[in-house]
């Protein structure tokens, strides 16, 4: 049995998840504890990988003990890190990683990007700002790739961002739900942008995810129906309307 240990996965969320440790790297051996000359202390990095989804984490453990110990001999041990005498200490990433949804055309990419960019370099009313451009910059692509008379499309795009989300929702592009997460990334972009205090670090977090969200039921999906869409028309069987025959 491998070494295991119980983590909430950054990558995909999953509470409490069995991370296997898939190897380890010791900063440093054998240190004296202050408290008792007599207990050596090791600080050791594991690479561990998610049970669910297999992506790699990296995390500190510390270990106390009477002699010393090689860590080639602790990785080829079974059961828990725990259960072998370490004590968790911390772990990267920590937080849920934002991941730029596909299909996204360059332009929303582009301030999508940013507003995760600015998330990692915790500056968070940068990130904030960059969501309200990225809704900004989608909502109009949408009007002007979505709705087939131009004149309309036109108007649509050259609305505030308020009303162009309330046209497109009564266009049919969005549904109330998503018109709904459309105005609380705009609200949250807005005070960002604008308000006196900074915006707070949950508040970033919170907005760059919900914004996660609207992206990939706004372009996302789509893109994902059409490519099944193409296979479908591309197969031989749709073609002749009947099942291959070997
Ligand atoms: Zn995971």
Known sequence: MPLIVKIDCP???????????????????????????????????FLLSCGRCKKCITAQYISEHNSHRELKNVLSQHGSLEDIGYTYKVHFPSEVTLEEPEHLPSKVASPFRQAISNISAENWDAAGTMVRKALDVATRDMARTRIGNEKRSETIVKLWLKKRIEALTSEGLLTVDLSDLAGVLKDGGDEAAHDDEPYSKEDAIRLVGYAQAFLTYAYTVPGMVAEVRERVEDSPSSNTGSRPTD
Request: aromatic residues 12%; glycine residues 8%.
């Open 11 to 45: 990558h995909c969320h999953t509470k409490s998840s069995g991370f296997q440790v898939e190897g380890g790297f010791r900063r440093s051996s054998d240190l004296i504890s202050r408290r008792d000359p007599a207990v050596f202390i090791d600080e050791d990095w």
